[in-house]
């Protein structure tokens, strides 16, 4: 094995800890807990964080490109997501509290307390 492999192989064990650790159930509910879709049982909060050279992710009336984006926020700001949504591709969006609108998942870190 070469020694990417090796770094490859360690990274996911690691990885896979992780998750364990923090879900208390293992693999398996961790990952069933990123991919619920509906009302979230108590608010998450998120970090913007748009990719690459840009400082801001775009804040929708709706879960999708399609809905008009009326507001932004800037990278690092806090948002609290009240549940998750899919679109009409099948892509996550989270909306926010209190009317802020929708913001699409990929562009969103989860904060860790």
Same mark, same amino acid.
């Given at each position: 094995? %070469?020694?990417?492999?090796?770094?490859?192989?360690? !990274?996911?064990?690691?990885?896979?800890?992780?998750?364990?650790?923090?879900?208390?159930?293992?693999?398996? *509910?961790?990952?069933? !807990? #990123? *991919?619920? /879709?509906? /009302?979230?049982?108590?608010?998450? /909060?998120?970090? =913007?964080?748009?990719?690459?050279?840009? %400082?801001?992710?775009?804040? $929708?009336?709706?879960?999708?490109?399609?809905?008009?984006?009326?507001?932004?926020?800037? $990278?690092?700001?806090?948002?609290?997501? %009240? =549940? $998750?949504?899919?679109?009409? #591709?099948?892509?996550?969006?989270?909306?926010?509290? *209190?009317?802020?609108?929708? !913001?699409? #998942? *990929?562009?969103? /870190?989860?904060?860790?307390?």
């Amino acid at each position: 094995m %070469t020694n990417g492999g090796k770094v490859f192989c360690v !990274a996911v064990m690691m990885l896979g800890l992780y998750v364990y650790g923090r879900s208390g159930q293992g693999i398996e *509910s961790a990952i069933e !807990a #990123e *991919s619920y /879709v509906g /009302v979230f049982s108590s608010p998450q /909060v998120f970090l =913007a964080a748009p990719g690459g050279s840009a %400082t801001s992710i775009n804040l $929708r009336r709706g879960p999708g490109r399609e809905f008009r984006a009326f507001s932004e926020a800037k $990278r690092g700001v806090r948002l609290i997501g %009240t =549940a $998750r949504r899919l679109d009409s #591709e099948g892509a996550s969006w989270i909306e926010l509290e *209190s009317g802020q609108g929708f !913001a699409k #998942e *990929s562009v969103l /870190v989860k904060e860790v307390k």
